[in-house]
């Protein structure tokens, strides 16, 4: 396991550019989104740029509201990222406080 933290200055879009620059055909590139509103949109047409120079994109997309509320419903800034996400063909995987990540992960 790894531990992200967003602690730079650097826009994440800006990130995924510089990756996308040295990207191979065919790499694929795990990036980590706990999409904002307001944030979001810049770090998509980057992910749509790393899927035009044909790397593959595993998203983990954290479900924001259930770290602030485990009771939550679900989260329609994720919903928005999936479905985002699917119409690039990137595989993703949701994450919401307290799931199970083994289990998550092997499923």
């Given at each position: 396991?790894?531990?992200?933290?967003?602690?730079?200055?650097?826009?994440?879009?800006?990130?995924?550019?510089?990756?996308?620059?040295?990207?191979?055909?065919?790499?694929?590139?795990?990036?980590?989104?706990?999409?904002?509103?307001?944030?979001?949109s810049a770090?998509?047409?980057?992910?749509?740029?790393?899927?035009?120079?044909?790397?593959?994109?595993?998203?983990?997309?954290?479900?924001?509201?259930?770290f602030v509320?485990?009771?939550?419903?679900?989260?329609?800034?994720?919903?928005?990222?999936?479905?985002?996400?699917?119409?690039?063909?990137?595989?993703?995987?949701?994450?919401?406080?307290?799931?199970?990540?083994?289990?998550?992960?092997?499923?």
């Amino acid at each position: 396991m790894a531990v992200v933290d967003a602690d730079g200055s650097r826009p994440y879009a800006s990130v995924l550019e510089g990756i996308g620059r040295r990207a191979l055909d065919g790499e694929t590139v795990i990036v980590f989104l706990s999409p904002a509103a307001g944030e979001a949109s810049a770090t998509f047409e980057a992910l749509m740029a790393l899927r035009a120079s044909r790397a593959q994109i595993f998203a983990i997309v954290f479900e924001r509201s259930s770290f602030v509320d485990p009771l939550s419903s679900r989260d329609a800034q994720a919903d928005a990222a999936v479905a985002l996400l699917h119409e690039i063909d990137a595989t993703s995987v949701r994450v919401r406080c307290g799931d199970d990540l083994v289990h998550l992960f092997n499923a």
